[in-house]
C-alpha cells in the first residue's frame, strides 16, 4: 500500500542536538508519523556510517536513507543495507584550485563505496575504514563528495572564496563557520529524494521536508515547487529560513516534534 506521505528528515540541527542527543520529543514524533502511515527517512549531510545508528535509534522503517547531501542513497533489501544510487564527480580541478588559496586546510573525500580518504584528522570526522592519504591521492578518483575543513577561516572567508574560485561545475553549501562540503553538480538532497518518491509512488504534493542548514534549501525548494510542506528550524541562518515555507520552533526546544505531531494531529 502506497504511504500517506513522504517525510523527510535532516539530522544535526533538526533531529539532534550539538551533543548528538536527540531534540525533545522528536522520538516519540518520529514514531507517531511512522505509526499514522507516513514514510519517514532520514536525508543527511552525513555519511552512512555516521547515519546508520540515527536509523535505528529512531525506529525508521523506511527502505530508504539519503546520504552525503543527496549524492549517495542506501535501500534496504533483505534486512541488509546497500547503495543504491551514487552520484560522483573528478574533485581534481576543484581541489587544486582549493588548495592554492587554502594550503592548510584538512580536506576529506567520499568515495562511492563509502569510504574516505583525508589529509589530516579531524574529530567531527567521521573516518571508521577511512584511511590518511597524500593530497595527490584525494585526486586520483572518482568522488561522491569533498570536504574542507579551514578553522582559521569563518563563513564569510569561505563565501568570498567560492565567489573566487567559481565553483560552477559542483554543488556546494557552507556548513558550520569552518565547513565546505562539495557535491557533484545539479545534486542536492532534493534530487536524491525525487527519486526515492517516484521509486514509492508517493504523489509530490505530499511531502514534508525538515532542516536547518544550507545543505537543506534544495530539498527544501523541490518540496515547495511540488506543493509540498519544507520547515525551517527556528535557529536556522536567514537564508534557510528564507528558503522554506514554514519556521519552526528552535532544535533545542523540540522544534520538530511540534511540526512532527501537527501532521499527524491534522490527518485524524
Same mark, same amino acid.
Given at each position: ?6 517525510v ?12 548528538e ?17 507516513y ?9 552512512w ?20 547531501n543527496?549524492?549517495?542513497?542506501l535501500?534496504?533489501?533483505?534486512g ?21 588559496? &587554502?594550503?592548510? !586546510?584538512?580536506?576529506? $573525500?567520499?568515495? +562511492? =563505496?563509502?569510504?574516505?580518504?583525508y589529509? #589530516?584528522? @579531524? ?26 575543513v ?29 565547513? &565546505?562540503?562539495? !557535491?557533484?553538480?545539479? $545534486?542536492?538532497? +532534493? =534530487?536524491?529524494l525525487?527519486?526515492?518518491? #517516484?521509486? @514509492? ?25 511540488n ?17 522554506a ?16 505531531t ?7
Open positions: 500500500m502506497t504511504a500517506r506521505g513522504l523527510a528528515l535532516d539530522i544535526d540541527g533538526t533531529l539532534i542536538l550539538p551533543d542527543t536527540l531534540s525533545p520529543g522528536a522520538a516519540d514524533a518520529v514514531a507517531q508519523v511512522r505509526d499514522a502511515g514514510e519517514v527517512l532520514l536525508a543527511t549531510g552525513r555519511s556510517a555516521a547515519t546508520a545508528q540515527f536509523v535505528d535509534l529512531l525506529g525508521i522503517t523506511s527502505d530508504f536513507t539519503v546520504c552525503s543527496g549524492a549517495v542513497t535501500h534496504r533489501r533483505g541488509e543495507w546497500e547503495h543504491w544510487h551514487v552520484e560522483t564527480f573528478d574533485p581534481g580541478p576543484v581541489l587544486s584550485m582549493l588548495r592554492e588559496r &587554502l594550503p592548510e !586546510a584538512r580536506y576529506m $573525500v567520499e568515495l +562511492g =563505496t563509502g569510504q574516505r580518504l589529509t #589530516a584528522m @579531524l574529530d567531527d570526522w567521521t573516518l571508521d575504514g577511512g584511511r590518511q592519504v597524500p593530497f595527490e591521492e584525494l585526486i586520483a578518483q572518482q568522488v561522491s563528495r569533498v570536504v574542507v579551514s578553522p582559521q577561516h569563518d563563513e564569510e572567508d569561505f563565501k568570498r572564496l567560492v565567489s573566487e574560485v567559481g565553483l560552477n561545475e559542483v554543488t556546494y553549501a557552507i556548513g558550520w563557520t569552518a565547513w &565546505l562540503d562539495i !557535491a557533484p553538480d545539479g $545534486v542536492d538532497k +532534493g =534530487t536524491a525525487e527519486r526515492v518518491r #517516484a521509486e @514509492l509512488g508517493i504523489a509530490a504534493d505530499q511531502v514534508l521536508v525538515a532542516g536547518d542548514g544550507r545543505n537543506d534549501i534544495g530539498m527544501f525548494g523541490w518540496a515547495l515547487r506543493g509540498g510542506r519544507a520547515i525551517a528550524m527556528g535557529q536556522a541562518p536567514d537564508e534557510v529560513r528564507d528558503a515555507g514554514e519556521i519552526t520552533g528552535h532544535v533545542e526546544e523540540g522544534g520538530l516534534a511540534t511540526v512532527l501537527g501532521l499527524v494531529a491534522a490527518a485524524r
